[in-house]
Structures are given as C-alpha cells and as structure tokens.
C-alpha cells in the first residue's frame, strides 16, 4: 500500500512538472509581429466585412462569373495561385484569406466555427457586390461552401475540392484542447518546419511546396495577431455538422477529387455525390489531397466545363 501511494506521489508531481513545462513553452514569448499591411505583397486586397479586415486577390475580369475561393485548414489564400491562372479567361476568380488565417485579421473575440465563418464569407460576397457568384472550398473550406449553399441566396453553385465534411480530418484528441493546448498548437503552427512537414503528408508530389511556397504561407505567423488570434482558433477546431446538412444543399454542386488522397477513399467520394441531389463528380488521376495545385490545369478545365450547370439567374436550369 505505501509502495502504491509513493508512485501515485510520484506520477502525479512528474505530470505536474510536465504540465508546467508545457505552460511555461506554452507562454514562452512569441516573436514580435508586424501588421497585416506591411506584410502584403503588391497584389493584395482588403475589405472590411464586419469590422474584420479581409485579405483576398483577384484575377481576370468582374464582368464574368464569379468564383470566390475558400482555403483549407493552416492554409491562406496562396492554396490557389496555380489554378487561378487557369480559370481567369472564363471567371472572375477571388481568393480570400479566412478570419485567423494569411493576412486577414486573427480577432480573440471572433466565432472561429464553419457557420460563423461561412457568414463572413458571405459577407465578402456582399462588400465585393459579386453577382452570379460560384463558391469553391478546399478541406475545412468546403465545410464553409455547403453553409453557403444553403443560407446564402446569392450562391448559384458550389465546388468542393476534397471537402472534410464527411472525413475531417480533425483528430479527435481536439475535445479535449483544454488549457494550454489551444496555444502549443498555435505555437507548434507557427514553425515553418512543423507547417512543412503538416502540408507534405497530404501531397501526393511533395515538390511543389517549394521555399516560395512556404514563405508566402508562414506570412501568415508574422502578424502582430498570431499568437493570440490563433490561440483562440484553435478553440474552435472541431469537427462540424455538415455531413446531415447534405441533403439540403439544392445548388449544383460539382465535386473535383484527387483520388490518390492518403485521408480519404473512393467510397468517400461516391458518398458524397450521393448525398447531394444532382451533383457531378469529376475524379482526377495523380493528385492527393490538393488536387487543385497538384492538377491545376485539369481541375480548372473541370469548372470552366460546368459554366452551363451553375444556377446563374440569366441562365438555362442546369441538368
């Protein structure tokens, strides 16, 4: 019995001593940031939409359709620099930077859940005026596009691109993000080494994450915001609902999936197009996870094929 009681004793002070490690890195001084502004490079944007400032670009010309794209998790808007290029003689295609992420504002008191940040998007669409808007999300941000497709009436379609809707993606360790654990991961995100390492296990060629790459995305992780905007992301990375709201997704829907993905299967796929009436599923060959860098050109040629299926006002039903 004494023998028990020592090592209980000595268990709990080594957790003790573990958890205040973990406290102490945890607080450990971030490096000082500078603001968004000064980071921006010469082709980005901002509008306020509900006193969040938003980083977006844009390509091609405001007279054609509207795309409007949404990045994944730990990601920012440079997730679409290479099929932009490709989709700009036919749409007129804006990337934006979500609340907490890239060069967008990281606010402590914002609601970091898909709803919420679905509702800031639709937001973007609303500051911007776009009209015959089609909304494209990667991962976490199709979660985001399936909000709008049912609570935003001025989205005639949506794309996903290997959505984390009925797979998320988020281990399930993050019920328990309990303090300190919301800033060690906003911490353990904020190195460009551990950001690497994250991104090449869902490529399929982990080449194209080139230095480039990288220090677009870590521009992110050097505004005066970071820390602590971060941290209260981090709070809100769950798992969401979207899988039951399927079934009311009435928009067409086209769903572009890399099938070489590690994450998910064909059946996931499959489940997916039968969840949302009339959808279309185009599969393209060797692309992972990020099937729009890894297959730019063929995963714009995907929604440059599907002009006659959105649900633009001045156009024919789509099929």
Same mark, same amino acid.
């Given at each position: 019995?004494?023998?028990?009681?020592?090592?209980?004793?000595?268990?709990?002070?080594?957790?003790?001593?573990?958890?205040?490690?973990?406290?102490? *890195?945890?607080?450990?001084?971030?490096? #000082?940031?500078?603001?968004?502004?000064? &980071?921006?490079?010469?082709?980005?944007?901002?509008?306020?939409?509900?006193?969040?400032?938003?980083?977006?670009?844009?390509?091609? $010309?405001?007279?054609?359709?509207?795309?409007?794209?949404?990045? %994944?998790?730990?990601? $920012?808007? /440079?997730?679409?620099?290479?099929?932009?290029?490709?989709?700009?003689?036919?749409?007129?295609?804006?990337?934006?930077?979500? =609340?907490?992420?890239?060069?967008?504002?990281?606010?402590?008191?914002?609601? *970091? %859940?898909?709803?919420? /940040?679905?509702?800031?998007?639709?937001?973007?669409?609303?500051?911007?005026?776009? /009209?015959?808007?089609?909304?494209?999300?990667?991962?976490?941000? %199709?979660?985001?596009?399936?909000?709008?497709?049912?609570?935003?009436?001025?989205?005639?379609?949506?794309?996903?691109?290997?959505?984390?809707?009925?797979?998320?993606?988020?281990?399930?360790?993050? #019920? *328990?993000?309990?303090?300190?654990?919301?800033?060690?991961?906003?911490?353990?995100? %904020?190195?460009? #080494?551990?950001?690497?390492?994250?991104?090449?296990?869902?490529?399929?060629?982990?080449?194209?994450?080139?230095? !480039?790459?990288?220090?677009?995305?870590? &521009?992110?992780? /050097?505004?005066?915001?970071?820390?602590?905007?971060?941290?209260?992301?981090?709070?809100?990375?769950?798992?969401?609902?979207?899988?039951?709201?399927?079934? #009311?997704?009435?928009?067409?829907?086209?769903?572009?999936?890399?099938?070489?993905?590690?994450?998910?299967?064909?059946? !996931?796929?499959?489940?997916?197009?039968?969840?949302?009436?009339? $959808?279309?599923?185009?599969?393209?060959? !060797?692309?992972?996870?990020?099937?729009?860098? !890894?297959?730019?050109?063929? $995963?714009?040629?995907?929604?440059?094929?599907?002009?006659?299926?959105?649900?633009? =006002?001045?156009?024919?039903?789509?099929?």
């Amino acid at each position: 019995m004494i023998i028990l009681r020592k090592t209980l004793l000595t268990m709990a002070v080594l957790l003790m001593i573990v958890y205040g490690g973990l406290v102490a *890195y945890a607080y450990w001084p971030y490096p #000082e940031g500078m603001p968004a502004a000064e &980071l921006a490079g010469p082709n980005d944007r901002f509008v306020e939409v509900d006193g969040i400032n938003l980083r977006y670009r844009a390509w091609g $010309s405001p007279d054609k359709p509207a795309i409007v794209l949404i990045h %994944g998790f730990a990601n $920012s808007l /440079q997730s679409f620099n290479r099929i932009a290029p490709f989709l700009q003689d036919d749409y007129y295609v804006l990337a934006l930077d979500l =609340p907490g992420f890239g060069l967008s504002d990281k606010p402590v008191d914002h609601n *970091y %859940g898909n709803a919420s /940040q679905a509702q800031v998007v639709s937001g973007f669409i609303k500051a911007l005026k776009l /009209q015959n808007v089609v909304v494209g999300g990667h991962s976490m941000g %199709g979660a985001h596009a399936v909000h709008l497709a049912i609570d935003d009436p001025t989205v005639d379609g949506i794309i996903l691109f290997n959505p984390g809707i009925i797979t998320t993606g988020v281990p399930a360790a993050t #019920e *328990y993000f309990v303090f300190p654990l919301p800033r060690l991961a906003a911490k353990t995100f %904020g190195q460009r #080494e551990f950001r690497e390492s994250f991104l090449k296990s869902s490529y399929l060629n982990p080449g194209i994450i080139t230095d !480039e790459m990288l220090d677009e995305l870590m &521009l992110g992780a /050097q505004t005066d915001d970071y820390i602590e905007g971060s941290t209260a992301l981090m709070s809100y990375y769950r798992s969401g609902n979207e899988v039951e709201l399927l079934p #009311e997704v009435k928009l067409p829907t086209l769903i572009v999936w890399g099938v070489e993905d590690k994450r998910k299967t064909d059946a !996931e796929a499959a489940e997916l197009q039968n969840s949302i009436a009339g $959808s279309r599923l185009v599969r393209i060959e !060797e692309a992972a996870h990020y099937v729009h860098e !890894e297959q730019p050109q063929r $995963s714009a040629q995907a929604i440059i094929d599907a002009l006659d299926f959105w649900a633009f =006002p001045d156009a024919a039903p789509a099929n």
